[in-house]
């Protein structure tokens, strides 16, 4: 696996890329929010970065996508190319444990829930939530300031069509959450 001469250009890509932020989320990267799917070396040799878009028609990905040419190109690590998988689709599932902390601490309940199979052990009550079916409520979310349970949905739609905005009936606080997907 590992070639007599180490491709430094891909390490550095790699290392330059789990730094970009999420342009809607600053705290977390994309790396973290399994936008960045692959850094690798194409058939033709040419270095490669695949990512693979959040919610369809996410405002944000053009977005991304300018950001990781900018940061790329800032590290002199031109020439590569950007290609945009949608096969897996994205789901929340792939957002790290320690982004979900992050969210939380920036005042965004994470997706509570898992969309596959396998709970990953992130604190959260074990919810099964069935993507897409709209046969099932939400799982209501916990506070992410007080961690009550006793929240409300005020919207469907928070900040962004990413999130859902509910308020925290203990603390009164109203928070985006970000929907499970
Ligand atoms: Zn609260």
Redesign the pocket.
Known sequence: MQATTADHALERAWAVLESVPDPEIPVVSIRELGILRDVRRAADGQLEVVITPTYSGCPAMSQIAEDVAHALDTAALAPYRIETTLSPAWTTDWITDAAREKLRAYGIAPPTGQCGSGAAATGEQPVTFMPRSGARPLPTPA?P????QH?ERLAQFGSTACKALYR?L????P?DYFKPY
């Not at 203990?170 to 606080?173: F, L, M, T």
């Open positions: 506070c300031r007080c961690g009550s929240t925290c203990d603390c009164r606080e928070f």
